[in-house]
């Protein structure tokens, strides 16, 4: 790589230097800064000899990041719940919300259904729906539910299949990660554990509701998880 173009129109930067990190089992830490020197005929970039960094260069070095526009600020909307490099977390408040379903057992459906509170995560590792009881703002310690929906699979994960999802992983991307969660086909359940606590299962659960038999969505069929939201946050932060 020789050059990067930023967002700035013309706008070009050429690497110039690096900082290499160095970690032991132990947990300790080195950095050294580096020089970048390049190849007389080809311009390929070269890594230097390097020197030890200290903590001061290195926050001198963030700093005139953050003042050159790298790193860039957001307004954090209140369904946010936690956010981080590696992950997004915010939350839906229950509402009713239209639903799509296709498969042998209840056809090619759709409806406006309600839908209980839900905690959506979008990180480097998946994308991620648990439900809660709760209307209010869900705090660090709300229990996480089953996601009572198809597509799903154990620990919260959705089968994206064909959805069209972000690749961002920011707040500016929620709205794009709910729309294809919410505007995808539901097609079958997944293998794992249960998600909705139903008489006669999934299906006859989906039937009833796409059939307007609830006005608002029956918690005492949300199935249990051993997680938090807290819980969540951390294991979507995790390197």
Not at 13 to 21: E, P
Not at 156 to 170: D, F, H, K, Q, S
Not at 226 to 235: C, E, F, H, Y
Request: aromatic share 10%; net charge positive; glycine share 10%.
């Amino acid at each position: 790589m020789k050059n990067v173009i930023t967002g700035k129109v013309g706008s070009a930067v050429r690497l110039t230097s690096a900082i290499l990190l160095y970690e032991g089992s132990n947990g300790a830490c080195y950095a050294t800064a580096h020089a970048i020197d390049r190849e007389p005929r080809s311009d390929r970039a070269i890594i230097g000899a390097g020197r030890p960094v200290t903590r001061g260069a290195l926050v001198t070095a963030l700093r005139e990041l953050e003042d050159n526009g790298a790193a860039k600020s957001a307004f954090l909307p209140a369904t946010v719940l936690g956010l981080s490099s590696r992950a997004v977390t915010w939350w839906c408040p229950p509402s009713p919300r239209r639903v799509f379903f296709e498969n042998k057992e209840l056809g090619k459906r759709t409806a406006i259904v309600p839908h209980p509170g839900l905690v959506f995560q979008a990180s480097h590792d998946g994308f991620r729906v648990f439900s809660v009881k709760v209307a209010e703002r869900p705090g660090p310690d709300t229990p996480l539910f089953e996601p009572p929906y198809f597509n799903t699979w154990d620990d919260g994960l959705i089968c994206v299949g064909t959805a069209r999802v972000p690749t961002r992983i920011e707040v500016d991307a929620i709205a794009g990660w709910e729309a294809g969660f919410f505007e995808s086909a539901f097609t079958h359940p997944n293998h794992g554990g249960k998600r909705v606590a139903y008489k006669n299962g999934e299906f006859a659960f989906w039937r009833d509701m796409l059939d307007g038999k609830f006005s608002s969505f029956p918690l005492e069929t949300l199935v249990p998880t051993k997680g938090t939201v807290l819980k969540l946050i951390n294991a979507g932060g995790a390197a």
